[in-house]
């Protein structure tokens, strides 16, 4: 396999890798110890943020950035996957590939809509010229009942407006009051991090507007992934502003996944009127591009990738890195978001299992603290090692920490997350743990954080200090 991973092979073309490489690829993959059981995940190659969530034809679809030949970024693609119940998922193989003379650099992000009994796959197209200068396109395809594809034959956003950089990618398309709106994540000519947005009655008509506002503070010097949802009427933007201030926002990833809540939406204004203060999305250590939609039963819906860019992990020894997130449900109550997995994720519940029975690394676990208690949990403990989750109702605590694991991961970013829940009360945690991948709810979503932690295959043993009480465990199988 291939370990000196130059420009040229990264962006090597998908149709000059050999049949015997993808078998070999293929085959180390399967064999991965580390691969989960009920989430999405490549079986080889790097799987990143998630684009197009969606539902047409009697299916949701989501489709991930996606590089084929190595746990590295390279030359990427759409690929595609769909469910009837958001927790089953079928692959479809490769949607989007980096074909066309708007997109031969590479598929990147963006979203879905649908349209006149089609779907739409708006997103950016990546250019690269002989000496390495960039340019992106907004690009369309159309996906049919039939399952065929086909992409329009020029960018629908060819030209960049005045003042911006050619990082200029991610397209939400929404639909409101009869009108098309695209927001792109943005980087001026000064380096900083901004939204635009285009408008327009028809698709090829779309014209720039101007700059999405929701702060007076600078939004780094990218502002990555922009998704704009409304819930109860009020607008909820999520995002990843590169290069954020740590005194704006408190974080500790190598980039934030946050949000913002407002009060209403002024699109006359681009304005996101009495916009509250800028938060984490996730407190966890691996989390990032979060992408949203409103699904036809009236849920608004969230899917995240569960890595960070620029990071090493043990499986991409194996060829294949990356997965998806639960789906997950948002809400906003008292002027708070709270984030839970769908209600059809019950349906992974195999069987309930007793704590001191446990020899699976696939499970949900729920436990209670009583107020002013602090108890602690140790996940996939051995002699030596654990993941600990330290639960202070007291101070309103939650602590994960994976200082202790024989394989650390991005050490410069610290070994410890903390979430800050209402002191002296009650707290009630929900764990969905799978092989590598740990997704803690707290209080039922009103915070979360999601991790990878890497562990023998031997560690299933699970403790809990005495003041955890009204602890149960299911095994979870697709």
Same mark, same amino acid.
């Given at each position: ?33 580390? +691969? ?36 590295? +970024? ?405």
């Amino acid at each position: 396999m291939i370990t000196n991973w130059t420009r040229k092979l990264r962006y090597k073309k998908y149709d000059q890798w050999s049949d015997e490489y993808l078998r070999e690829l293929k085959e180390m993959g399967q064999n991965s110890i580390w +691969h989960s059981k009920y989430h999405v995940e490549p079986e080889f190659g790097l799987l990143n943020d998630p684009n197009g969530f969606s539902f047409f034809n009697g299916q949701y679809h989501l489709f991930y950035q996606y590089y084929p030949f190595g746990a590295v +970024h390279g030359l990427k693609s759409w690929y595609h996957v769909t469910s009837t119940d958001l927790i089953h998922w079928h692959n479809e193989g490769i949607a989007l590939k980096p074909d066309s003379k708007f997109d031969e650099q590479g598929v990147y992000s963006g979203s879905a809509l649908s349209i006149d009994q089609q779907l739409l796959l708006l997103y950016t197209g990546n250019i690269r010229t002989t000496d390495n200068k960039r340019f992106s396109y907004q690009n369309a395809a159309w996906l049919k009942k039939d399952g065929s594809i086909q992409k329009e034959p020029s960018p629908l956003i060819e030209k960049l407006p005045a003042g911006f950089s050619s990082e200029f990618r991610d397209p939400q398309i929404i639909k409101c009051n009869d009108q098309y709106r695209v927001l792109i994540g943005a980087q001026t000519l000064q380096n900083e991090g901004k939204i635009a947005v285009y408008e327009g009655h028809h698709l090829h008509h779309l014209k720039y507007k101007g700059c999405l506002h929701f702060s007076d503070q600078p939004m780094g010097y990218m502002a990555e992934c922009p998704n704009l949802i409304m819930i109860d009427q009020q607008p909820l933007l999520i995002f990843c502003p590169q290069g954020l201030d740590h005194q704006i926002l408190n974080y500790q990833n190598i980039y934030p996944n946050c949000y913002i809540i407002g009060k209403n939406m002024d699109w006359e204004n681009l304005q996101i009127n009495e916009a509250g203060t800028i938060n984490n999305l996730d407190d966890g250590f691996d989390f990032y591009a979060t992408q949203v939609f409103a699904a036809p039963d009236g849920r608004q819906l969230a899917v995240s990738w569960i890595n960070l860019p620029d990071l090493i992990y043990p499986n991409d020894a194996d060829g294949w890195t990356g997965s998806l997130s639960l789906i997950k449900e948002l809400s906003i109550k008292n002027g708070y978001l709270y984030q839970y997995p769908v209600k059809e994720t019950k349906k992974l519940r195999h069987q309930q299992i007793r704590l001191d029975q446990i020899q699976t690394k696939s499970f949900e676990l729920e436990a209670h603290i009583s107020a002013n208690q602090c108890g602690e949990i140790q996940l996939f403990k051995t002699k030596t090692t654990f993941l600990g989750v330290e639960i202070d109702a007291r101070n309103g605590i939650v602590t994960v920490d994976r200082s202790q694991s024989s394989y650390p991961l991005a050490q410069q970013f610290g070994q410890t997350r903390q979430s800050f829940v209402p002191a002296h009360q009650d707290i009630q945690i929900n764990i969905f743990a799978d092989q590598t991948i740990c997704e803690i709810f707290i209080n039922d979503g009103y915070k979360v954080q999601t991790l990878r932690y890497f562990s023998a295959p031997e560690a299933t043993k699970i403790i809990t200090t005495e003041a955890i009480n009204r602890c149960r465990v299911w095994e979870l199988k697709k």
